[in-house]
């Protein structure tokens, strides 16, 4: 058995598979992933690693285990999940994960051959752990893999108030230890017990919160924009795609600074030389069929933009969120003895969601000296609603017309 101190849960215990399994390449290479990608750019602090927060995950999983009293081989493979949860993620967390999956069909939590195989595969089996049923409850499948992956899952639990340590932003503190406590299945969903449905409301507003102030903060958004440009462009020359995924941050700097192609994008993220915003625009300015676009129409649009503003193609970025969602409504709580789901049973889902619409934008990102005349040419190009009003707020929070804003 080892003690680790941890930034936000103090000692942790670590013992079992999961002392084994933490030695792992597989599992040290997490030291090289940055929990939160580019946010750093934006909150200094947030330099936490997707190892310290897969101990935070074990450490939750094992106290939601001792109150549901799940013990035996069960419990085993719940704490190795645990454990292993984030170790299919690629260099720069989420970042990147759309651009390696359109060339691998894999996202972070398809591990079955990552865990079947190397000191991880030999390491469960020397327990009696099959390396497929682990694989599942990474993935989320079964009455067990709700803990590991799902509305009520420790995952979010650890991240949300890990997260708001390190930035700084409190909005995503919430109370884990009773989240944990009020953990029970009912026809083998996991709910929330009876008189939690503020404490399931407080995941909710927290993760809330945390999206336009942390998570899709501008500024980030515009460095993983540009990050997932840089990776695009190597994948087309110099690495593929399957190499790129097993990379921690470090190999993934190295090689867009190594490479000619990516070079100057390197150099921008290295220096926070950072593109600026051309366009800022609201869900209801945008048509539909731009939200919807795929990556071929989205590399198209930003073709035509470059074109009609006479820059390079490089000089332009379309950078298209999807539509609002709010999984989080999902989350089952007991009330008066009935199974319900949050977004039934509390008033609050509804402003939460309009509060996401308010908060959409479409970005159009651009060096600064040629903003203006790329700005014009998306509003032009992309067919957007504004006329004279505005695209953006200005860094004061005043809003600005599209001349005032590019200025």
Request: with cysteine; aromatic share 4%; proline share 3%.
């Amino acid at each position: 058995m080892k003690h680790i101190k941890d930034s936000v849960h103090d000692h942790i215990r670590v013992d079992g598979i999961a002392r084994d399994l933490l030695d792992t390449p597989a599992v040290q290479r997490l030291r090289g992933i940055r929990q939160l990608g580019t946010v750093s750019v934006v909150y200094p602090s947030a330099n936490h690693t997707r190892f310290e927060h897969s101990l935070g995950v074990y450490h939750l999983a094992c106290s939601a285990l001792d109150h549901l009293g799940v013990e035996g081989i069960q419990a085993e493979r719940i704490r190795a999940a645990a454990i292993l949860h984030d170790v299919g993620h690629g260099p720069f967390s989420h970042n990147l994960e759309e651009l390696t999956y359109r060339r691998t069909g894999r996202y972070h939590d398809d591990v079955h051959k990552l865990l079947a195989s190397g000191q991880v595969g030999e390491v469960l089996r020397e327990h009696d752990l099959d390396p497929d049923a682990v694989a599942d409850l990474v993935a989320g499948e079964g009455r067990f893999g709700q803990l590991v992956s799902g509305e009520l899952d420790v995952d979010r639990m650890d991240y949300l108030v890990r997260d708001a340590h390190h930035t700084g932003v409190p909005y995503g503190t919430i109370d884990h230890g009773r989240l944990v406590r009020e953990l029970t299945f009912v026809d083998g969903e996991l709910v929330l017990a009876e008189g939690n449905v503020q404490t399931a409301e407080s995941l909710l507003v927290a993760r809330a919160l945390m999206n336009p102030t942390v998570y899709n903060h501008s500024v980030a958004r515009i460095s993983k924009a540009m990050l997932r440009r840089a990776s695009e462009q190597l994948l087309e020359t110099d690495v593929d795609a399957a190499t790129l995924q097993r990379m921690d941050d470090h190999d993934l700097i190295v090689a867009l600074r190594s490479s000619d192609r990516t070079s100057e994008f390197s150099r921008r993220l290295d220096e926070r030389d950072l593109y600026k915003r051309a366009v800022w625009a609201e869900i209801d300015d945008v048509p539909g069929g731009i939200i919807e676009a795929d990556h071929d129409a989205v590399r198209t649009f930003e073709r035509e933009i470059a074109s009609e503003a006479a820059v390079d193609e490089a000089a332009v970025i379309l950078d298209v969120p999807d539509r609002p969602s709010m999984t989080e409504s999902t989350s089952r709580v007991l009330v008066n003895g009935e199974m319900r789901r949050l977004g039934h049973q509390s008033p609050l889902v509804d402003a939460l969601r309009a509060a996401q619409y308010s908060q959409w934008r479409l970005g159009v990102y651009s060096p600064a000296d040629v903003r203006k005349r790329v700005g014009q040419a998306a509003v032009s190009v992309l067919g957007l609603e504004i006329d004279g009003p505005l695209v953006s707020e200005t860094r004061d929070g005043l809003y600005a017309t599209l001349d005032q804003f590019l200025e």
